[in-house]
């Protein structure tokens, strides 16, 4: 944070920190307001209680690179009437946070949806990129914080920290990178060389960003010979939400607003409820969910075995956006028998014909247990199929 105040904005951050220290109890805002003949006369708008607002200090991560300086900066430059807007929104957002005192959750939501619109705007406009660097990478803080317990977060949080593994342990391809064009380090730069990664649109559906996404994964990690498919999870998500999702029961265009800014964040490991209740999944989702999930989990859940790996096949994805689920399934379980995982002698009815909104389901992390519980669910609901894991 700038040792000193230049604005309200800047004022009003400081006010949750210095006040406390120097044992300030209230700041009284005034406007300045000009009458006939250029006489001002100032005008009280509101007092400001100091109190400690840890939340607060979660803004302290944008000052990375000096990069909410020279947004507002680029914004009052540029003098479009989107990024002016964006900056109000985004002052706004800071301005509340410092001095709120009650439930500050919601406000931090709107802020990371706001943060992800920004990033967003950025990747589209060259000029913007000269002035002003990538929205900075954010604490985990932000999500425990903002998080509202609800299925939308739990699936976008899921989502968000999807990454791959390098062969040297690194974490790779991380989900920002989707949303623009940047390089990964301690300060946020511009890399317009990774602008080819970039598959995230505004006011795209959530499902076409992640199908499109996932299709460039898969083709950076063919390039880049990762030992691993790209769909290492940082943190999971519960079957029950899975399942809500695919009911039609999640507020997709809540879990498209938020997505993006929770892309932003340095996702922190868990996730999944301690007890999670029982779900109905379709036939379609238990079976091609292992298609999807890094060898390294179907290894260590002994789905798996040591010596096999488990290809996910573009073919399969194509299928599945065009609507063709049974198709998916009858090249999926092919896949599952030559990697030594049997699953029955014939496809099972799919159970869903909404292969759009399966794939992207398909795309969550889930937890071991869960992954385990799929084929446990698959013979249990038919005893005639039978479920032979070669180990």
């Not at 400690?52 to 000096?66: C, F, Y």
Request: charged share 25%.
């Amino acid at each position: 944070m700038n040792a000193y105040a230049k604005d309200g904005l800047d004022f009003a951050r400081a006010v949750s920190r210095l006040g406390v220290e120097r044992g300030i109890t209230a700041f009284q805002r005034y406007a300045f307001l000009m009458r006939s003949g250029k006489a001002y006369f100032a005008t009280p708008l509101n007092r400001i209680a100091v109190e400690r607002n840890p939340t607060a200090d979660l803004i302290d991560d944008l000052d990375a690179g000096n990069w909410l300086s020279r947004f507002r900066r680029h914004a009052r430059a540029e003098g479009a009437n989107r990024v002016l807007s964006l900056a109000r929104r985004l002052e706004d957002a800071v301005f509340e946070l410092t001095t709120a005192r009650d439930d500050q959750a919601p406000i931090l939501r709107r802020l990371l949806v706001i943060l992800g619109d920004i990033q967003l705007y950025l990747a589209r406009s060259p000029k913007a990129r000269e002035s002003c660097p990538p929205v900075p990478s954010l604490s985990g803080k932000w999500l425990a914080r903002a998080d509202d317990g609800s299925a939308e977060m739990a699936l976008a949080a899921s989502l968000a920290g999807i990454h791959a593994m390098g062969r040297e342990g690194q974490w790779l391809l991380p989900m920002r990178g989707h949303l623009a064009p940047e390089q990964s380090g301690r300060r946020p730069a511009w890399d317009e060389n990774a602008h080819h990664g970039v598959t995230w649109h505004a006011g795209a559906d959530v499902a076409d960003n992640l199908t499109s996404s996932l299709r460039r994964r898969l083709l950076q990690a063919e390039k880049g010979e990762l030992p691993d498919k790209p769909v290492q999870p940082a943190r999971t998500a519960p079957l029950a939400d899975v399942a809500a999702w695919l009911a039609g029961e999640v507020d997709e265009q809540r879990l498209a607003e938020v997505l993006p800014g929770l892309m932003l964040v340095r996702i922190p490991g868990g996730g999944g409820r301690p007890m999670e209740r029982s779900a109905p999944l379709p036939a379609a989702y238990r079976l091609l969910k292992p298609l999807f999930c890094t060898d390294e989990q179907l290894h260590r859940t002994h789905l798996l075995p040591p010596e096999a790996s488990l290809p996910l096949e573009a073919g399969i994805l194509r299928r599945l956006e065009s609507g063709d689920v049974a198709g998916a399934l009858e090249q999926g379980m092919r896949r599952l028998r030559a990697a030594g995982l049997r699953t029955g002698l014939h496809a099972p009815a799919p159970g869903t014909r909404q292969g759009r909104r399966l794939l992207a389901a398909l795309v969550v992390p889930i937890s071991d247990p869960a992954l385990q519980s799929l084929l446990r669910l698959e013979t249990e609901e038919d005893p005639s199929k039978t479920t032979t894991l070669n180990h």
